[in-house]
């Protein structure tokens, strides 16, 4: 039953337009979430587009995204890459365009799964990453670690590098990118 919340509430069309005409310390952003093989059961699947609105329609980011009940009560995301990920392009839009994508295509992205809990009184799932191994080499950081509060018509994303497993060396500003669904 969560899972199925938690996947209703993470699709759809999300923009902080308004935090980032708040906030100059935030690029304005669209994040797409689109849900497709409907038929598989091992997870809920997603297509994922992030696009800055100051840029056009290329995403500079795009995921595939599954998220699996597990026997502790918790739901695990998975994040993969494909290999070209321009030929699902505007996919969110034209979701055909995934009906090639094949199960094989895909690679995990490694350390990097985000375990969310639901937080019945607030109303809210809070996840974030299960490790300090998703590895990324950003602004002097080796690696991320990614938290999550998502609720019914929104959600909010911090993201901060490290060098170490307690050594920050950037983040984003508190309380992280703050996107709203799109009615």
């Given at each position: 039953m969560q899972l199925e919340l938690l996947s209703d509430w993470f699709e759809g069309e999300?923009?902080?337009?308004?935090?980032?005409?708040?906030?100059?310390?935030?690029?304005?952003?669209?994040?797409?979430?689109?849900?497709?093989?409907?038929?598989?059961?091992?997870?809920?699947?997603?297509?994922?587009?992030?696009?800055?609105n100051e840029r056009g329609v290329l995403p500079y980011q795009q995921r595939i995204m599954q998220l699996i009940d597990q026997p502790n009560g918790l739901i695990r995301l998975h994040t993969y890459t494909t290999p070209q990920p321009i030929d699902f392009t505007g996919a969110y839009y034209q979701p055909?365009?995934?009906?090639?994508?094949?199960?094989?295509?895909l690679t995990m992205q490694q350390g990097c799964d985000i375990l969310?809990?639901?937080?019945?009184?607030?109303?809210?799932?809070?996840?974030?990453?299960?490790?300090?191994?998703?590895?990324?080499?950003?602004?002097?950081?080796?690696?991320?670690?990614?938290?999550y509060a998502l609720y019914s018509d929104q959600f909010f994303q911090q993201v901060a590098g490290?060098?170490?497993?307690e050594k920050k060396v950037w983040s984003t500003s508190a309380p992280g990118y703050h996107f709203i669904k799109k009615k």
């Open positions: 999300f923009t902080n337009t308004n935090q980032a005409n708040k906030n100059s310390a935030f690029e304005s952003v669209q994040f797409l979430v689109r849900r497709f093989w409907h038929t598989r059961t091992d997870g809920v699947w997603f297509y994922i587009e992030q696009i800055k055909q365009l995934l009906d090639k994508l094949t199960l094989q295509q969310f809990t639901y937080e019945k009184e607030l109303k809210q799932f809070v996840g974030e990453t299960e490790s300090h191994e998703c590895h990324l080499n950003f602004r002097g950081s080796t690696h991320v670690k990614i938290t490290y060098q170490d497993k």
